[in-house]
């Protein structure tokens, strides 16, 4: 086991949202991509994975966070785009989000104030079968002060998502006020604005093929590979920082 895995919440499961980047089409796609790239290496590594909402996965799995919590950040894909009828190359970004799943008691600290939320509610698009486009199950909940939100349409009951997206929503809150060092909720207002320039990474699959990690140097020419789950030598690199 990596020595840096000592955190608090290294050992537990894990909540990744994508978020895309200005690109339209492009960007939505390689959400898309990045969702089931991190699909795939749970899988390798022997961990269960729920699609919770569009662009969201709970990774449940022991280690799950601290080996993914440092995929958190802005991704960069540029390619040939396949929705460009002239066939040009496109540059393409996505924002990777990794929370912890908080333990219930901690969960059950955090207050959130009902008017420092929006509920917004529409038909299950996604799994789950029965539901979609006959009754608003799928729940979205908004932390106004910050600009946080979180979603869930994956459970079979509005109250059900609705739940499933307040802890969704509270782990994120937890998650912020750790990075900001603050002790209470209320001293979030600064709006949450993610910075589309700093990618973390980039994935290059025209003119050349290579996908090269930022912060460690580490590159592989076999992009397909990293698409495809092959996140090993990335993962073990940053956790080595």
């Known amino acids: ?25 492009d960007a939505k796609d390689w959400a898309n991509m990045l969702l089931n790239m991190y699909i795939k290496y749970a899988q390798k590594r022997g961990w269960k994975t729920a699609l919770i909402d569009d662009r969201a996965i709970d990774v449940r799995g022991e280690y799950a966070y601290g080996f993914l919590k440092k995929e958190m950040g802005v991704h960069r894909l540029v390619r040939i785009s396949p ?9 393409s970004f996505a924002l990777v989000e990794v929370v912890p799943e908080l333990p219930e008691l901690e969960a059950k600290n955090l207050v959130i104030p009902s008017e ?21 199950t799928a729940v979205r909940v908004v932390h106004i002060p910050t600009g946080l939100s979180a979603a869930s349409q994956s459970e079979r009951s509005q109250p059900q998502n609705k739940e499933k997206a307040i802890a969704l929503l509270k782990a994120k809150l937890f998650h912020l006020m750790q990075q900001r060092q603050e002790k209470e909720l209320k001293n979030l207002r600064t ?6 320039g700093s990618q973390i990474r980039s994935y290059v699959l025209h003119p050349y093929q290579q996908v090269k990690d930022h912060r460690t ?25």
């Not at 420092?116 to 608003?136: C, F, T, Y």
């Open 83 to 91: 929705f460009d009828s002239k066939k040009l190359r496109h540059t």
């Open 217 to 241: 140097g580490i590159t592989s020419h076999q992009p397909d590979r990293v698409l495809d789950g092959n996140l090993d030598k990335f993962i073990e690199a940053e956790l080595e920082l």
């Open 191 to 196: 709006p949450v604005k993610p910075e589309w």
């Open 1 to 25: 086991m990596f020595e840096p895995l000592i955190g608090k919440y290294d050992k537990g499961h894990a909540h990744i949202s994508i978020f895309p980047g200005v690109g339209g089409d």
């Open 116 to 136: 420092d939320l929006k509920i917004e509610l529409s038909r299950s698009s996604g799994p789950g079968g029965q539901n979609v486009n006959k009754r608003e």
